[in-house]
């Protein structure tokens, strides 16, 4: 791990608490490992649509998954 990537880590965690009153924090890969394939994309969304919007990404995922296989 880079000494930017523990500062931007840290920066992010200070970030998600000045705006988010109770986030969650996903670690992605190993310390150190590449991380070209993975994408962060930061979606608003209003309270009420939140769950129904996480089962839309799910579904959308697993059928660009199946679809790949087929191909």
Not at 6 to 21: E, G, K, P, T, Y
Not at 44 to 63: F, G, N, P, T
């Amino acid at each position: 791990m880079h000494l930017t990537d523990i500062c931007n880590l840290v920066d992010m965690q200070r970030l998600a608490s000045d705006f988010l009153s109770n986030y969650i924090f996903l670690a992605v890969g190993r310390v150190g490992s590449s991380t070209d394939l993975i994408v962060q994309r930061v979606e608003y969304v209003q309270e009420i649509d939140k769950r129904s919007h996480l089962m839309d990404l799910l579904h959308a995922q697993r059928e660009t998954e199946v679809n790949s296989k087929v191909h």
